[in-house]
């Protein structure tokens, strides 16, 4: 029973991550703070960041981005997998959100690496652009307003060195992309997936890992 992606039960879940999650103590605690958050599912799985982490360690990245902060677990995990000198250029426009996490950071001592940016994410890409930033990039993560994706991506392309790898989140959207969209979101979604398939400028793939998680390595 290989040919195709196993289904996953409560139980292989609970097994999976006691047999494989290992978290700093700050990304546990941050975890534990963002669960009683109104909007705590926003947060990626620990085991999703976990491989993240892996990814970026394998890549050997220095520098990094990420469009969508929210209480930070996500930013904590890439920050811990970045090497001393390494930097996350972390973007969001909530100052309520974000702020939840900037202890935690501290507490991993990481905050160093972390520069939050709080403003539209497209304007802090421009900008990155604008100054030279082309090509200076390793990983991306997108994790942001899903209408706002395609534009993210694009930016991401530009930023990132041959070989680097841009990470795009909720990408089967519950399942929703494999239906008539009835929303703004799901359609921008399902045209990026199209877009992305037929993309000669990346190496892709697209796992069902967490909500979907697409890899795109620059080419
Ligand atoms: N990666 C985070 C994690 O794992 O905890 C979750 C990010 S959450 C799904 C999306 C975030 O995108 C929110 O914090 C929201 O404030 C932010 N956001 C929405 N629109 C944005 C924009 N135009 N520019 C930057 N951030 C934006
Ligand atoms: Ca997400």
């Not at 409560?10 to 909007?39: G, K, M, N, W």
């Not at 991993?108 to 890409?125: E, G, N, S």
Request: glycine share 8%; proline share 4%.
């Amino acid at each position: 029973m290989s040919r195709r992606t196993l289904q996953i039960d409560d139980v292989l879940h609970d097994y999976l991550i006691a047999h494989s999650l290992r978290e700093h103590p700050a990304q546990t605690a941050l975890r534990e703070a963002t669960a009683s958050h109104p909007h705590a599912g926003m947060q990626i799985s620990p085991d999703q960041g976990q491989f993240m982490a892996l990814l970026v360690k394998l890549l050997g990245a220095r520098r990094a981005i990420e469009i969508g902060v929210f209480t930070g677990y996500s930013a904590l995990t890439v920050a811990l997998a970045l090497p001393e000198d390494g930097r996350l250029l972390a973007c969001d426009i909530s100052d309520e959100y974000t702020r939840v996490g900037r202890p935690f950071w501290q507490q991993a001592r990481v905050a160093h690496k972390i520069d939050l940016h709080l403003a539209p994410a497209l304007q802090t890409l421009d900008a990155q652009l604008a100054g030279g930033a082309a090509g200076q990039y390793d990983f991306a993560f997108i994790d942001a307003d899903k209408t706002g994706y395609d534009a993210y991506y694009e930016r991401c392309l530009l930023l990132l060195r041959t070989g680097g790898l841009i990470a795009i989140d909720n990408t089967l959207w519950s399942g929703s992309v494999a239906r008539p969209a009835r929303d703004a979101d799901t359609a921008a979604l399902q045209k990026l997936n199209a877009k992305l398939h037929a993309d000669a400028r990346v190496d892709l793939s697209l796992l069902p890992v967490g909500d979907g998680l697409t890899l795109a390595r620059k080419r």
